[in-house]
């Protein structure tokens, strides 16, 4: 049996974005529960030079959407990068998973060899991968590296979360 690139990107995309969006949820019903200003949790930092969670969803975001738009050469939505609530930052979640689940599976079809660029800040040479590659070596670690930090920040802040969050039903 062989996977799709849709299966690969879109659904990994999706299930885990899903699974953020519902740890977001316990996050702002802990803050309510313990009288506390959601925001606290919204700027925490597990270090003070790491970004704080509401970057941390917003590039979550930007790393599945640019994943499956590059994959399928269909422009990616823009987003302003201004959420201040968990509210807003579940409605950027969801804007995210309605572009991904609009973009047809056959678009990523037979997408493992196309060469994938990659523009970096600063000027710097962009990166070329395969599609392969950059899905399995770029696009998902950096979803994952995101997501998980997100959740750190909130089990961290004591948040109740545990593994069953992060991977979500399987």
Known sequence: ??????????????KMLNNLSAILDKAAAHAKARGF?????????????????TKQVQIACDAAKFGVSRLAGVEAPSFADDETTI???RARIAATVDFIQGVPAD???GTED?????????????LKMKGLD????????NLYFHVATAYGLLRHNGVDLGKRDFLGAV
Do not use: N
Request: proline share 7%; glycine share 6%; charged share 15%.
């Open 107 to 109: 678009a990523l079809a």
């Open 114 to 126: 196309k060469e994938i660029t990659i523009p970096l800040r600063g000027g710097a040479q962009a």
């Open 1 to 14: 049996m062989s996977i799709s690139m849709h299966d690969a990107s879109a659904g990994v995309f999706v």
């Open 134 to 141: 950059y899905l399995l070596h770029f696009a998902q670690p």
């Open 87 to 89: 509210e807003q930052l």
């Open 37 to 53: 200003d959601e925001s606290v949790l919204l700027q925490s930092r597990l270090f003070p030079d790491m970004l704080p969670l």
